[in-house]
């Protein structure tokens, strides 16, 4: 099929990759021309495993292009709106600006009998305004919504073998067509078993919310069982385990640690929260409003953690943050836990020094006050106490010899607890997980 990508962010540009991997006819297309130059050229804007291969892949084979021009999305048969909804600013509520504007540009590419596909996480109701515009001037276009369930660090595989697809369609003949041609669209994934679910606009609308949300309560649960841990002794990881064989509950996202972060579930949390405010359906959300507290404590609970570690000062100590990015696997630092607490040790007093493999120049556009340091060694030269803040896996790996030949002094923190304890004791390290003895 003939599709056109509107947004080449991180959703946009991997699904553009995505769709021409799957034998289509692609043009991503985007404001922000030096995004176009890097894409076209095969250059990933942000780092993502095995997106440049794909680029590479799909650019040569012909079926990928990108432009900066509207105009290049006429003749497509699909048009897929992938543009960002940051949070207002100074307000919980999801700004809809880039997505009202794509939507009316993109309506000067329309043909008639054109699919267009909403992608972006948008407050419930968005796409039955939208669907309402479309009718007025276009009646023979269809409008549908299909949320994405991309995590950074796998969204190709996620892209390419969705766990699920979910169709949020019109009624009528309308919705009948929309659904043939995504599945068009889908067909390989279709082929090998993904399961399909269709529903109306709302339900679609509010799968992403609620998704976002369950995992964001569930993460916020186990932080908080683990404060509750650290005052009576108990441990967390085996807390976890237990629970987690429940199959009513699960053991991922039973991780403790230093919270989530990220330009998903924090800003999607606080939008569903603000967009049922305006509903009347506040009281039903109140419980994430805790969520997103507890999240905030963890990283004041790190700060407080560090502080005992080094003896209840902070002052002139020189601390190396391993990690900078909100998650390993990904260059975003958006609402990052680790740079959010290395900040706050350093407005405390201390000499913070930060290392990433890949998100030290997102982080210093960022956080310009803090230091940086590509090298892992030289990050550790002298420090005083190391904090494992995102779980890269150089970092996991991290043995305590090697540390101990950088050190000044033998401390850590464990914010992720990844690393396993009775090993850096032994190695005489003054070890600190996250809820654990």
């Known amino acids: 099929m003939r599709i056109s990508v509107i947004g080449c962010g991180y959703l946009g540009a991997v699904h553009a990759a995505c769709m021409a991997k799957l034998g ?29 291969e794909l680029l590479d892949e799909t650019l040569t084979t012909g079926l990928l292009k990108f432009s900066s021009s509207m105009a290049d ?34 309506l000067d590419a329309l043909e ?81 078993g993904t399961p399909r679910l269709c529903s109306d606009y709302a339900t679609a609308e509010l799968v992403k919310a609620a998704a976002n949300s369950f995992l964001a309560t569930k993460i916020s ?3 908080a069982m683990a404060e509750v841990c650290e005052v009576t002794g108990a441990d967390i990881t085996l807390l976890a385990d237990a629970i987690g ?39 039903a959300l109140t419980f994430l409003r805790e969520v997103d507290d507890i999240n905030v404590r963890r990283r004041i609970r790190t700060v407080e953690l560090t502080r005992t570690l080094l003896g209840g ?21 958006r609402d990052s836990p680790a740079l959010s607490i290395a900040a706050q040790l350093q407005l405390q007093g201390a000499e913070v ?27 550790m030269d002298g420090a005083d106490a190391l904090l494992l803040l995102t779980e890269w896996e150089e970092y996991r790996d991290l043995t305590p010899d090697v540390a101990a030949a950088s050190v000044g002094t033998k401390n850590i923190l464990d914010g992720r ?3 396993e304890p009775a090993l850096w004791r032994r190695a005489g390290w003054n070890y600190k997980g996250i809820g654990r003895p």
Request: glycine share 10%; net charge negative; aromatic share 8%.
């Open 24 to 52: 289509h006819d692609v043009v991503g297309i985007d404001v922000d021309p030096r995004r176009i130059d890097d894409l076209q050229a095969g250059r990933a804007p942000f780092f993502e495993p095995g997106l440049p």
């Open 73 to 106: 999305a006429s003749g497509a048969d699909v048009h897929f709106l992938c543009v960002g909804t940051p949070q207002r600013k100074g307000e919980y509520g999801a700004d809809l600006r880039h997505v009202d504007s794509a939507f009316a540009s993109l």
């Open 112 to 192: 008639p009998g054109n699919l267009i596909v909403g992608k972006s996480t948008v407050p419930v109701g968005t796409a039955a305004r939208l669907a309402d515009d479309l009718s007025r001037q276009y009646p023979d276009a269809v409008l549908a919504w299909n949320p994405e369930f991309l995590r950074e660090g796998f969204a190709i595989d996620d892209t390419l073998s969705p766990d699920r697809l979910v169709y949020g369609l019109p009624a009528g003949e309308a919705g009948l067509r929309a659904t043939r041609m995504l599945d068009a669209v889908y067909a390989t994934p279709l082929s090998t």
């Open 221 to 223: 649960f186990i932080n």
């Open 245 to 283: 064989l429940d199959e009513r509950i699960g053991r991922k996202f039973l991780n403790a640690g230093v919270g989530f972060g990220g330009g998903c579930l924090p800003k999607d949390i606080r939008a569903f929260m603000a967009r049922a405010g305006e509903l009347g359906a506040d009281q």
């Open 313 to 333: 000062s902070l002052l002139g100590k020189r601390i190396t943050v391993l990690g900078a990015a909100f998650k390993p696997d990904s260059d975003d630092v």
């Open 353 to 379: 020094t930060v290392t990433d493999p890949e998100a030290i120049d997102g982080a210093r556009r960022r956080f310009p006050e803090l230091m940086y340091e590509d090298d892992l060694t030289r990050a």
């Open 417 to 419: 607890n990844v690393l």
